[in-house]
């Protein structure tokens, strides 16, 4: 399922009750690579819990996870309802991690029922939002799932490919469960392209890695795989040996799915042998198993086997009846298989468009991004060595000033003086921004009413300062943990850009807040003034670098896109309410 990915709850809840719920859901998770009904009892705890305090959230998840423990149990029934109860809520909300829980449990329950090409939709969903969530684990277990079905549709070449990639992925996460869940599938694409060394092969790493890892589910496939390579390789004893052990732990799990294939395979095993009374045992379970979870595969494979052994045993009517039975079943596979073939055509051509995308995408971002750290030295070396002849120029001003007499020389000295100034500080901007590129975030409590106060006293020089009056409120019971140096950049930018745009002909007011959001989630930062406002023609500009709504002040045209970056660099949201003439309100949201 990839990552279990932090709650974000959306009411007021005892945070300890949210971190119960969350560890619960880890825990189902987890659990479920040995005792996937275990899961389901964990699962319901959470949902229990969650009832119980009113945290609809927490309620959703756990009915997300339900749904997805169902699937491997085979109750697909019910876990496509409880699944797709969720989709659009999890759309409405954007939660894009839990929605991509619910795709690729639905995509699975497709698939897996023989509805190939609903399932790939569904699947291609879900491996889209996993990318974008930079999901490695998860988009790992997508592309086993798509595997599955270029499989079926006998690409075993493209097959291969998505599971190496899976492999691969596994590898450079060092996810030693992914790898082996790799192994499987690629075991069993060796083996029908007669590559029996390799299968094993595979097939042995796999038991190795799940035994380490303590995947009990996941062992049970393992064992089906290595049996699998015997049975084509006619040593029926090994195979024999491998397929029980397989089945034991597939009716431990209760992995109805897999004890299907098991029974189908034993049927065929003892068939191969001539020992019909045990090859019917296996066979009428393997043909109930899949009656009961509507797989069309193993009912089609299960008949044909019967009707051979009712042919052998010159039973004409039964052989007639259980032909019947297999070409309606057979008949079924392969009409809902052309018609997934052909509607996944276009679904399949788009996988492979994004698997080249997404390598273009990130060979041009590697190359964007050592372009962008080679210009951001450059900026910051020619800013630093501009300062010294900058800082020369400003001492000669403050010489200059006390020996020359003259009014209009004055006048012009005072010119050159805020032209200095104004380069002064662009470069001053250029090395903030470059700085802050740079910047590991280091969390530390922030003192938000020493921050605020140390930074409107270091504004006293401005123009109009000593007019304004500064209305502070800050919530102080509020323990908030981030980058110091960060959020004191906001509020430099946020307070200076408010001076510096300040009315001369009302008494100008600056309010500053900091509190926690209506729902306890978030921490918001607003700063409201009553200055000249900006106009609504610029403000979809205002956080471009460069860029001044107003020509009038001085200014690098820097402040708000270093703002912008800053608050991007702490996962937050800023917001911009102004009218030209009435003043602006900037609210910044940061997650805690």
């Not at 492999?167 to 392209?193: H, M, T, V, W």
């Not at 140390?454 to 300062?465: A, C, Q, V, W």
């Amino acid at each position: 399922m990839g990552q279990i990915q932090q709650l974000s709850p959306k009411a007021k809840i005892d945070p300890a009750i949210k971190e119960k719920v969350q560890q619960l859901v880890k825990s189902a998770y987890h659990t479920r690579i040995k005792d996937v009904n275990e899961s389901l009892l964990i699962i319901e705890k959470a949902r229990n819990l969650s009832l119980k305090y009113h945290y609809q959230y927490g309620v959703d998840v756990s009915e997300a996870y339900k749904g997805f423990f169902l699937m491997i149990l085979g109750d697909f029934k019910t876990s496509l309802k409880l699944s797709k109860a969720l989709l659009d809520k999890f759309q409405e909300d954007h939660l894009k991690a839990e929605r991509s829980v619910v795709l690729y449990t639905i995509g699975s329950v497709y698939y897996k029922s023989d509805n190939y090409h609903v399932g790939l939709q569904h699947l291609l969903e879900c491996l889209s939002l996993r990318r974008e969530l930079d999901d490695k684990l998860g988009e790992s277990q997508v592309l086993k799932a798509i595997g599955t079905i270029y499989e079926f549709f006998n690409d075993y070449e493209s097959a291969e490919e998505v599971y190496e990639r899976c492999f691969e992925i596994s590898q450079s996460i060092n996810d030693k469960l992914g790898e082996s869940n790799a192994c499987n599938p690629l075991s069993g694409i060796y083996l029908k392209r007669g590559k029996y060394e390799k299968a094993l092969d595979m097939a042995n790493r796999s038991i190795t890695l799940k035994e380490a890892g303590g995947d009990t589910r996941g062992l049970a496939f393992a064992y089906h795989a290595k049996a699998k390579v015997f049975l084509r390789t006619k040593e029926f004893e090994k195979a024999e040996k491998w397929f029980l052990k397989s089945l034991k732990l597939q009716r431990q799990m209760g992995e109805k799915m897999g004890e299907g294939m098991c029974e189908l395979k034993l049927g065929e095993l003892y068939l191969a042998l001539d020992n019909y009374a045990k090859a019917k045992i296996h066979l009428h379970h393997a043909i109930a198993i899949g009656e009961g979870v509507n797989s069309k595969l193993i009912l089609f494979k299960g008949f044909n086997s019967l009707y051979l052994i009712a042919k052998k045993e010159n039973d004409a009517p039964l052989a007639l009846k259980y032909l019947e039975r297999h070409l309606e079943n057979k008949e079924s596979v392969i009409n809902t298989g052309t018609g997934s073939i052909i509607k996944s055509l276009k679904a399949m051509a788009k996988i492979e468009m994004l698997e080249r995308e997404a390598r273009i995408i990130k060979e041009k971002n590697s190359d964007i991004e050592k372009k962008n750290t080679e210009l951001d030295t450059f900026v910051y070396r020619v800013s630093h060595d501009l300062r010294g002849p900058i800082a020369s120029l400003l001492g000669l001003y403050n010489i200059a000033r006390y020996d020359i007499k003259d009014t209009l020389s004055k006048k012009y000295l005072d010119m050159y003086h805020e032209q200095i100034m104004r380069l002064n500080n662009i470069i001053l901007d250029l090395i903030n921004l470059t700085r802050i590129k740079g910047w590991q975030v280091k969390n530390s409590k922030i003192e938000f009413s020493t921050i605020v106060q140390s930074i409107i006293k270091s504004f006293e020089y401005l123009p109009n300062f000593p007019n304004i009056k500064f209305n502070l409120d800050i919530d102080e019971t509020i323990e908030y943990y981030s980058d110091k140096s960060i959020i004191t950049t906001v509020f430099q930018n946020l307070i200076e850009n408010s001076i510096k745009y300040s009315r001369v002909d009302i008494s100008p007011v600056i309010n500053v807040v900091v509190a926690r959001d209506s729902h306890d989630d978030f921490l918001l930062i607003e700063v409201r003034d009553n200055g000249i406002g900006i106009g609504a023609d610029y403000q979809e500009r205002i956080f471009e670098m460069f860029f001044r709504a107003n020509d009038e002040k001085e200014g690098s045209g820097l402040g708000l896109y270093i703002l912008k970056y800053a608050v991007d660099k702490l996962n937050g949201k800023i917001k911009l309410k102004s009218e030209r003439g009435e003043g602006s309100t900037f609210s910044i949201v940061l997650p805690f």
